[in-house]
């Protein structure tokens, strides 16, 4: 069992990313095209992957360098409000474009679907990299919605130009099949900690269905680490010339999976900043996700004071 008493940051850590605002909304199931539906509003909150991710570190006390702009307008308003509240300090503020924002379809049976309208994330420049902090032997959190588009040039040359005391932690997301193959390559070269969930799997061996095998493949080709995210099966850990390793999830009732992901790669940061061996870093995140995906919405980050009693609950 992981000693939460130990959670102190030994590691400074980077997130950069997006902050968006999530509009997000209840429905039976989603309707086909050119249907109509009754939907319930189920609130308005402040996401975005590395938000999220961001948001879980800062109530663990892992207090992050918030390299996530706040945008020109009404919802770059919202996120500056929710990064204060959280104690993170805005960092970077950008010139000429809001933040972004998305709706978050709930269906009955918990799967959730987004249509995004993008924002300042997508609008980088060296400018704005410039202002980031980058400590020695930093963690580097980013995701894969930031790598896509041509105005993120700046931002995956940022990436590749990092000295190689960093350690990249790099959650792909379902953006993968669209980021650019060579870049995907030097970022490969760089040694990151990947974290994939079932179907991003598939993307990454170009192959669908794809199993644990191929994740070993891959990762014995890269010498990368993968952390596979099997939902309610767990996560089972590939290392080079190593046996995957399973680390079981905790077992709880689903309220949504809005945000499972982001607190997971929260969780394992979180214990990688702390020193922590992998297996018990992703064992805590595992247990940031079980509470997350717990409570609605994507604003559920557990607090250090609230993952002890969750643990005091769950051990047997």
Not at 81 to 105: Q, S, V
Not at 110 to 139: V, Y
Not at 280 to 308: C, F, I, Y
Request: proline share 5%; net charge negative; aromatic share 6%.
């Amino acid at each position: 069992m992981i000693d939460l008493q130990t959670l102190t940051n030994q590691r400074q850590v980077i997130v950069i990313g997006a902050a968006f605002g999530d509009v997000m909304l209840g429905l039976d199931q989603l309707p086909r095209s050119g249907g109509d539906v009754i939907a319930e509003e189920l609130g308005r909150h402040i996401g975005g992957c590395a938000f999220n991710v961001a948001r879980a570190l800062s109530r663990m006390d892992i207090l992050p360098i918030n390299a996530i702009p706040v945008g020109n307008g009404s919802w770059g308003e919202n996120v500056e409000a929710a990064m204060l509240n959280d104690n993170l300090l805005p960092l970077l503020r950008h010139p000429t474009h809001d933040n972004g924002w998305c709706i978050a379809m709930v269906e009955a049976s918990k799967e959730r679907t987004f249509i995004t309208m993008d924002g300042c994330e997508q609008h980088w420049n060296k400018s704005l990299l410039a202002q980031i902090p980058t400590p020695d032997n930093a963690i580097v959190y980013v995701s894969g919605y930031e790598l896509v588009s041509e105005q993120s040039e700046p931002l995956r040359q940022w990436l590749l130009d990092l000295s190689d005391d960093k350690t990249l932690f790099v959650d792909f997301g379902p953006r993968l099949r669209d980021i650019d193959p060579e870049f995907v390559s030097k970022l490969l070269a760089k040694k990151p900690i990947l974290t994939v969930n079932r179907d991003e799997l598939a993307l990454l061996n170009q192959q669908t269905p794809s199993n644990i095998y191929d994740a070993v493949i891959f990762t014995n080709k890269h010498q990368v680490s993968l952390i596979c995210r099997f939902d309610s099966e767990g996560a089972k850990i590939c290392q080079p010339r190593c046996q995957p390793k399973l680390i079981p999830a905790f077992k709880v009732k689903v309220s949504d999976t809005i945000a499972a992901g982001d607190s997971h790669c929260a969780g394992v940061i979180a214990g990688l900043s702390a020193g922590w061996a992998l297996n018990d870093a992703v064992e805590l995140g595992n247990m940031v996700a079980a509470v997350v995906v717990s409570r609605p919405g994507s604003d559920g980050a557990p607090t250090l004071a609230e993952l002890n009693s969750f643990q005091a609950e769950n051990s047997t």
